[in-house]
């Protein structure tokens, strides 16, 4: 036969076929995987350029606190949703601070982002937008959670094991920090099948099977005793005492719930009393910066400061670009105001949000740094810890030096601009209305 009158066999055909056609199947999967990445990047880069608050800023040195209500949600939320109006006389009001505040010498000169200076650069991500627009994150690998036996409403805490009366103060105040927190989300957070990875929400969430405890960990908000506290329940200690810092972070002696399978977490979601612990925002930060930056570490200075003193200090000498100690309180806002960091986020100043996910995950019990101590005692009565197990009372690390509290904030805060003390705000906005924390005078 001559080539031209050779002819394909059946079998050969169907062969040929399927692997065009697996082939185009492939190639199919990929330009759709393709094309979901770039429409998410487009949307979280579209979302970090989205304006902040149009709150005219004040004195913060002068004390005048104001506490939040719940009145005031809808109107700071009106304020922060893009999607609503906003009032050309705020817009011009917030144009012409902006351009009265902008800093002028570090910024200018070490600005990477296109003309922008970084501490007033947009706030990446607005967790408010992120709340209202449902949680738009990475697509789950599993089912949906509408299809799960998902906790969204408050349950009754169970107080069956509080024998003593002293507790009643602080069982009003519980409540009304529960209710707080359930009708904010349930008014703001639009969570109904939230997307955000499974594994990645809990994966702060300590566990403790013996007493059926989640406690989700927020650093600088007393989480090294709150760690003691749980390896005692656990039986891995005698006394909360005896537990040194480097066992508490490093000894790998607790169970995470990103641990579990999805069975395991679903189960101990629906059936365990979760608990976070809080701190002013504010407070937090300083106290993060006191602890990593002012003091040696092996771990920070080497790979946040010396991105920060590179890329924020103009002139830097060799040294503190070689061992990056020396990091100012001014450089370390402007690296965490920066839409374009230079190197990423730390759970240590991370927002409360964005650790525990509040809105999504309903805790039982809400306690707060400024009453730690009193929240810690009462929720171990709570659990039906032993009787003799007390919340610990002593400074984990840098015992000599002063707390952070108020006043040193206030040092700290003095060194910068009303707008970046603005901006700061707009960062952490969410967790301090979540949460119920004083509005600060800025």
């Known amino acids: 036969r001559q080539p031209s009158e050779v002819v394909m066999n059946p079998k050969q055909v169907f062969l040929s076929l399927l692997i065009f056609g697996v082939a185009g199947l492939l190639l199919f999967m990929y330009l759709q995987v393709w094309m979901e990445e770039q429409h998410t990047g487009r949307v979280e880069k579209k979302r970090e350029q989205k304006e902040t608050s149009g709150w005219d800023p004040v004195n ?11 009145e005031k949600i809808q109107e700071h939320i009106t304020n922060q949703n893009p999607k609503l109006h906003m009032p050309e006389d705020l817009k011009e009001k917030r144009e012409n601070l902006l351009k009265s505040q902008r800093p002028t010498g570090i910024l200018t000169k070490t600005s990477h982002t296109q003309g922008e200076d970084p501490a007033l650069g947009k706030i990446s991500g607005s ?11 990475t697509k789950t690998l599993f089912k949906k959670f509408g299809e799960m036996n998902w906790p969204l409403d408050i349950r009754p805490l169970n107080k069956s094991l509080v024998k003593d009366n002293k507790w009643k103060k602080t069982d009003v105040t519980q409540e009304k920090r529960r209710s707080f927190l359930w009708e904010f989300c349930k008014k703001y957070g639009g969570v109904s099948h939230p997307q955000s990875h499974l594994f990645h ?3 702060r969430i300590y566990v403790e099977d013996k007493h059926k405890i989640l406690y989700c960990e927020v650093p600088k908000a007393g989480c090294s005793n709150w760690k003691r506290i749980l390896m005692v329940l656990n039986g891995l200690a005698s006394s909360t005492y005896n537990i040194s810092h480097d066992a508490v972070h490093y000894g790998k002696h607790l169970k995470k719930l990103d641990s579990f399978d999805l069975k395991g977490i679903y189960t101990r979601l629906n059936t365990y009393t979760k608990a976070v612990f809080v701190r002013d925002p504010m407070e937090r930060l300083v106290s993060a910066f006191r602890d990593k930056f002012e003091h040696p570490n092996s771990y920070y200075h080497p790979v946040f400061g010396k991105a920060i003193i590179k890329k924020y200090r103009p002139n830097a000498c060799e040294e503190a670009l070689n061992n990056g100690s020396g990091v100012k309180f001014k450089e370390f806002v402007h690296y965490l105001l920066d839409s374009h960091r230079p190197v990423g986020m730390d759970i240590h100043w991370e927002k409360v949000s964005k650790l525990c996910y509040p809105c999504l995950i309903t805790y039982d019990f809400v306690g707060k740094f ?13 659990i039906g810890a032993p009787k003799e197990l007390k ?3 002593f400074k984990d690390r840098h ?21 970046e003390r603005q901006l700061i705000y ?11 924390y004083t509005t600060p005078v800025l």
């Open 127 to 137: 967790s408010t937008n992120k709340l209202i627009e449902k949680h738009q994150g």
């Open 391 to 393: 919340f610990p009372n």
């Open 426 to 436: 707009d960062f952490y906005y969410l967790d301090y209305l979540m949460f119920n």
């Open 201 to 203: 929400m809990v994966s």
């Open 399 to 419: 015992s000599s030096d002063e707390r952070t509290n108020t006043q040193v904030v206030r040092q700290y805060l003095k060194d910068l601009s009303r707008t």
């Open 370 to 382: 400024e009453t730690l101590e009193e929240d810690a005692n009462y929720f171990l009565q709570l």
């Open 60 to 70: 913060y040195l002068q004390p005048a606190p104001r506490i939040m209500i719940t």
